[in-house]
């Protein structure tokens, strides 16, 4: 079992959607697969997912699957051919809708597929294309049409992102088509959903229902990727399950120069709450078209693992790039580094412990670590108890042990826990059954000591965890 303990989610695309690639990204180190709705159909999105289900009973090694939904994202609309924008020159822009009315800006129009971009945008406003590689500036509304300034110029192809920095965009962030493809994904069993511009808790909550609404409970990541989140960053770390650093689109709204110190500070304070934290974007980017990432790339990813991160994200690296499977066993060797010397965090230990089943794995976790035990095993019905046990950061290697895929699946985004699918065949038998799976497989030896945590009575009762004990292995 991968002594790993922060865990890999890989991006999957054209690269990576056969199951050949999926199984060698699993055995590289692959804890979850994202699925981008940002592009494709739901047919092909389906198949992905079921060929995902397939690698995983192949090698007999769970993934969890994560559906991205797209939100509010404006883009630039289909062009007869590249636009050459060039600095200083004068261009407008508007929907696609009302380009017809403006025929004497034809040869200057930039049509875009979100119809209320003129009436958000205000005079003075900064216009950024292609990830901010092309910025304008508002300088005048003309009716159903603004007219822009070149600050940067570059060439501006179709279905381009243009953000708007510091503009209060009206869209919500969960639109009509989220709404389509989230439930597409919880018809099609996904573990885990991202929702992404979210700007504030009401974003969140507002999700939660309507799955709640047709009977799901699935764990929910936001994207941080917007100044309105920082502004309301507590409240949106409180009613999110996971929290999701994308730095791509955070780095063209609030400047890349800004990124590092909100990435540390969003890492720190979803550690002291207990919230798994992702981040992502651009981490081996280099490896979409070279066998080994940079130095500085490489660096990168240890010092989010040293910050506190739960979990690192691979995106075009594995989805578009030349060597994805390179990139998942790349990311993988730079974390386990990492974690050799592994940053201490003090204030975790610091959190206030609520309810019995979080002071049992709190307390499960020190025994170990004092007695130097070889395992912890926590028994578990839906993975809740190994999440409580996670946000201490044990020293300890995890087995979490359940009876129940969906709750596998789950915790294989949770740091630290190796989770595990046991087909027990009576619950008297157990911890028997667990040490001799662990003996027959050289995980331990005579004399190791191993922790377990589980119900009383019930071994897999929800909420019911209540004993910790120590077992010598003779």
């Not at 990492?338 to 089943?357: C, D, F, H, S």
């Amino acid at each position: 079992m991968n002594p790993r303990r922060a865990k890999i989610i890989a991006t999957l695309g054209p690269s990576s959607n056969t199951i050949d690639v999926i199984i060698e990204l699993i055995k590289a180190g692959m804890n979850c697969a994202r699925i981008n709705m940002s592009h494709g159909t739901h047919a092909d999105h389906k198949r992905v997912i079921q060929t995902v289900r397939e690698a995983s009973r192949k090698i007999d090694r769970e993934v969890a699957i994560l559906l991205d939904l797209q939100g509010p994202k404006i883009r630039v609309d289909k062009l007869s051919s590249p636009l050459e924008l060039k600095k200083d020159e004068d261009w407008v822009i508007g929907a696609s809708s009302v380009q017809a009315q403006y025929k004497k800006y034809k040869d200057r129009f930039i049509p875009t597929v979100y119809e209320q971009l003129v009436s958000d945008a205000q005079v003075g406003a900064r216009i950024l294309f292609d990830d901010g590689n092309i910025e304008a500036q508002a300088i005048e509304k003309d009716g159903d049409i603004l007219k822009i300034k070149i600050i940067e110029g570059g060439i501006l192809k179709s279905n381009k992102g243009i953000n708007l920095p510091n503009v209060k965009v009206s869209a919500p962030s969960f639109t009509a088509k989220d709404e389509e493809d989230l439930v597409f994904g919880l018809e099609n069993d996904i573990d885990y959903v991202a929702i992404s511009f979210v700007r504030t808790a009401d974003d969140i909550i507002k999700v939660q229902n309507f799955m709640k609404a047709k009977g799901y409970d699935i764990p929910l990541i936001a994207k941080i990727e917007k100044p309105e989140a920082l502004e309301n960053i507590d409240e949106i770390i409180h009613h999110a399950n996971m929290i999701m650093i994308a730095r791509g689109d955070m780095g063209v709204e609030v400047g890349n120069h800004l990124v590092p110190a909100v990435q540390k500070d969003l890492i720190n304070r979803c550690n002291l709450v207990g919230r798994p934290v992702i981040t992502a974007t651009q981490m081996l980017e280099s490896m979409i078209s070279h066998s080994r990432p940079t130095r500085a790339e490489a660096s990168d990813v240890a010092n989010a693992v040293w910050d506190g991160t739960d979990v690192i994200m691979l995106s075009g690296e594995t989805a578009s790039g030349e060597y994805p499977v390179q990139a998942v066993r790349m990311m993988a060797q730079i974390v386990m580094e990492a974690e050799k010397n592994p940053k201490e965090r003090p204030l975790l230990r610091k959190q206030k412990l609520i309810g019995v089943t979080q002071t049992i794995q709190v307390a499960a976790s020190l025994i170990a670590e004092k007695i130097e035990a070889k395992w912890i095993l926590s028994v578990t019905e839906t993975g809740r108890s190994c999440f409580k046990m996670t946000r201490f950061r044990p020293s300890n290697k995890v087995l979490g042990v359940t009876k129940s895929l969906q709750a596998v699946r789950r915790m294989c985004l949770y740091w630290g826990i190796a989770p595990f699918y046991l087909e027990s065949k009576g619950e008297e038998s157990i911890e028997y059954q667990m040490i001799e799976l662990l003996k027959e497989r050289g995980l331990v030896s005579r004399g190791d000591k191993v922790v377990i945590t589980h119900g009383r009575g019930n071994f897999f009762e929800e909420g019911s965890t209540n004993l910790v004990r120590v077992e010598e292995i003779d």
